[in-house]
């Protein structure tokens, strides 16, 4: 399945099964994590909001070096989650994983060949299909049964 494909699944999927009045309980599938693990992945994507605020800035500054630079550091996702949430992590949640990374790198290499602020704009549309894809999809739990550090 394309990229695309799964990215506009997963945004209807979530738009219309998952949907939720904002006080209803939350039925996302939960994933179960360590805290280490937990604090490990939130730490990496509050980082992603540097980042987009970065990306941000550069377009502004209509600077596309400075949109691959900014780009570069949100890549690696599946590599840089810890080994215990990869190995449990559902197929769903691993594709999403992989197919925000294949976004971001065409969009650190397209900006910094291409130089066209639109192209980028409607990519970083795509990348956030992946985030909210995600977030409406998936949530953490803290495993109970263990010593958490
Ligand atoms: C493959 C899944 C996935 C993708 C893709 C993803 N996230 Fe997340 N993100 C999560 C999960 C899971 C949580 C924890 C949510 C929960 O437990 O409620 C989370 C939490 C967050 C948080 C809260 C951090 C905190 O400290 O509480 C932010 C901010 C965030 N993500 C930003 C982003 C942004 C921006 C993107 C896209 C550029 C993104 N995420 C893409 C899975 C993902």
Redesign the pocket.
Known sequence: MSRRVIAIALICFSATALALPPTAKDN?IA?QVSASERNQ???E??E??HS?FNIHNALANKDMKAVGVSTRP?TG?LENLPAGISAKAPEA?TQ??IG?NEILTVMARDAETKGDMSLTQSQMAE??T??S???DT????LRANRPQK
């Open positions: 996302r994933i992945v939130l730490y994507m509050r992603y909001l987009l949100m996702l949640f999403l994983a925000m990348l956030m992946y985030c894809g995600c977030h998936f949530r953490f739990d």
